[in-house]
């Protein structure tokens, strides 16, 4: 089981959400065909056929916990890191 595998493993058990290292989840979402754009400190991913648009800010080095569920709600939904 490679990294990203062991990310989305950890991400989709949701019992660690404050836990995931901001940067993790940048490399997982490029690593998934997100395209990155950057505004100030906001980290915004958009990719072709997923209608949502995650929004991603540092609290400190980790994810903020809510993002994170928005993160997982759209793997779920579209069946993400499956295939990669």
């Not at 404050?18 to 940048?26: E, H, M, R, S, V």
């Not at 690593?31 to 609290?59: P, T, W």
Request: proline share 1%; net charge positive.
């Amino acid at each position: 089981m490679g990294k990203y595998e062991k990310l989305i493993f950890e991400i989709l058990l949701g019992a660690s959400d404050a836990n995931i290292a901001f940067t993790d989840l940048l490399n997982l979402l490029k690593h998934l065909g997100f395209e990155l754009r950057i505004n100030g400190s906001h980290h915004i991913f958009r990719k072709q056929g997923v209608e949502e648009k995650l929004n991603l800010q540092k609290d400190g080095n980790k994810a903020k916990p809510y993002q994170v569920k928005q993160v997982r709600n759209v793997i779920l939904k579209y069946k993400l890191g499956a295939e990669e």
